[in-house]
């Protein structure tokens, strides 16, 4: 974007706190003195400061003067700004190319640049599909590369009070972590509910996390208060231009690691910051790339917001442990402008279909993902994008972190919906040998017995018979049918027990 000095004033903005850098980068994530390889100067373009790409790396700020200030290649309208929300800026503006390019200078030596690899799921899709391995980083979640970005962004006298955050997702975890690192006191608030795993992950990030409350509207009004009384800044997860443009640097890395990329997935929903972040970059490099959002279709949020042309703050989800972020309220109006302005599409989801999407990512990549993660799959998996077909497809896979408990649910459940897990009972005459009559029906089938069950006191059958309730795992839909006409054959009473 070619820039008009007329329009454009900038002046050296003040020292920072010691980052502990040295010569070859911070010491951070295991690699000592190491630096990730630089971001490639060709993708700056117009954008270029000499002082980037030679020696040390200088920041600028930048202030708009003027309201012809192209944005993006075109001037957005303005949505109003909910005041509900505690905002790090007074005077948040639509992030540009050149501050995300600025964000991924910045942060570049202290979060990781994931692979964006090719996935053996492109064969079972028809889609030439790349993912965006986000979940990856050190936290799991790309919500690191925004939160980074606004830690090292904030005064130095602000970063010796500290930081408080309220809540028991991502975003707390990647602030626990990074403004541990960077040596800025940090305090978590988690309502007592929140499971034993975050909080003591978040604890081992080197955070001090306090209990507080049953629900997560009692930790942040206590968060608030700590804040108000102890000078710490209270941080929530929000759509300032700086944590958008954190955020939007996932978009230039996947515009470099898959040349020629006709389409990028997101995950949507009403924290659409990494979505509207990435599209910003994305449509500037190359306005042809069609960016989709997905999000679930039990609480469309960005969908209505966009309907509507401002935040809509009535949405509820009662399955927010599933979902995550995701399934948060629309939490500002610059996230809504750009999404409105640069994203293509937006589909929604069934909770079945990210399910599945799971399951895939497990069985074929070896991924272990949350909902958030498997979303973007998920359309895939639905059907929700035939335009795609024989198309080169990225897909951002943000997050891997998942309760063990709530993964051993979420893989039963997806097997069950494929039919490779199931259940049948019958009525045979109590004897070894009809049981063994049963098992060798089941070898002869290859369906292999997970678990089986003889019921002889509550049943209406003869004194002499046994239900027998069996649960067998299958190869996939065809299996099963083949199965069922096996056993309906040989025991015409035979029930299914149907999901």
Same mark, same amino acid.
């Given at each position: ?15 920072? #706190?010691?980052?502990?850098? #040295? ?15 630089? %971001? ?32 993006? =290649? ?15 800026? *007074? ?26 690899? /090719?996935?053996?799921? $492109? ?5 030439? &599909? /790349? ?32 930081? &408080?955050?309220?809540?028991? =997702? ?15 006191? @940090?305090? @978590? ?11 003591? !992950? #978040? ?6 996390? %306090?209990?507080?409350?049953? !629900? ?15 000078? /710490?800044? /209270?941080? +929530?997860?929000?759509?300032?231009? @700086? ?52 999000? $679930?279709? *039990? ?73 958030? =993660?498997?979303? =973007? ?19 951002? %896979? ?20 494929? *039919? ?25 089938? +290859? ?9 002889? !006191? ?42």
């Amino acid at each position: 974007m070619g820039r008009d000095d007329s329009k454009v004033k900038k002046r050296d903005a003040p020292a920072l #706190c010691d980052l502990r850098l #040295c010569k070859d980068g911070p010491i951070r994530n295991g690699h000592i003195g190491q630096r990730p390889p630089p %971001i490639n100067p060709e993708r700056l373009k117009d954008f270029v400061e000499e002082d980037y790409l030679n020696g040390d790396v200088k920041t600028w700020e930048m202030k708009i003067v003027s309201r012809n200030e192209e944005l993006l =290649g075109d001037a957005l309208s303005l949505v109003p700004q909910s005041s509900s929300r505690i905002s790090l800026s *007074s005077h948040n503006k639509l992030i540009r190319f050149e501050d995300i390019s600025a964000a991924a200078f910045k942060i570049q030596s202290g979060v990781q640049k994931t692979p964006c690899m /090719y996935s053996r799921l $492109s064969k079972l899709y028809g889609v030439d &599909i /790349y993912l965006k391995k986000e979940f990856l980083q050190y936290t799991g979640s790309v919500k690191e590369r925004g939160v980074l970005y606004l830690l090292t962004s904030l005064p130095q006298d602000q970063q010796r009070k500290g930081v &408080i955050v309220a809540s028991d =997702g991502n975003f707390s975890m990647a602030v626990a972590y990074h403004a541990s690192e960077l040596r800025i006191p @940090v305090f @978590v608030i988690m309502s007592t509910s929140t499971s034993p795993a975050r909080v003591k !992950t #978040c604890r081992e990030y080197g955070a001090m996390v %306090i209990s507080y409350g049953t !629900t997560a509207k009692d930790s942040q009004m206590h968060a608030r208060r700590l804040a108000q009384e102890n000078g /710490y800044l /209270y941080l +929530e997860e929000e759509d300032s231009a @700086v944590y958008l443009s954190g955020l939007g640097t996932m978009g230039l890395e996947m515009y470099e690691q898959v040349p020629k990329l006709d389409a990028v997935i997101f995950p949507a929903g009403g924290h659409c910051g990494l979505l509207a972040g990435s599209a910003a970059a994305l449509k500037h490099l190359n306005p042809r790339i069609s960016v989709i959002g997905v999000e $679930s279709e *039990s609480f469309p949020v960005l969908q209505q917001s966009l309907k509507a042309g401002h935040p809509a703050e009535d949405q509820a989800c009662n399955n927010h442990h599933f979902y995550g972020d995701v399934s948060g309220l629309c939490f500002g109006s610059n996230s809504l402008q750009l999404t409105g302005k640069l994203v293509d599409k937006v589909v929604a989801v069934s909770e079945e279909d990210v399910l599945i999407s799971m399951l895939r990512l497990l069985e074929y990549e070896r991924a272990t993902v949350d909902a958030e =993660g498997a979303i =973007g799959l998920a359309a895939l998996v639905a059907g929700k994008l035939p335009e795609l077909k024989g198309k080169r497809v990225a897909i951002a %896979i943000c997050s891997g972190n998942v309760d063990l408990h709530l993964l051993q649910r979420c893989i039963a459940r997806a097997l069950t919906l494929e *039919s490779r897990v199931c259940r049948f009972s019958l009525v045979i005459s109590d004897s070894p040998a009809d049981v063994s009559k049963l098992l060798e029906v089941l070898a002869r089938e +290859e369906a292999r017995v997970l678990d089986i069950r003889q019921e002889r !006191t509550f049943v209406t059958s003869e004194l002499f018979t046994v239900e027998v309730t069996c649960t067998v795992e299958t190869r996939d839909k065809i299996h099963t049918a083949q199965l069922r006409n096996a056993l309906l054959e040989r025991y015409p009473t035979a029930a299914w027990t149907e999901r």
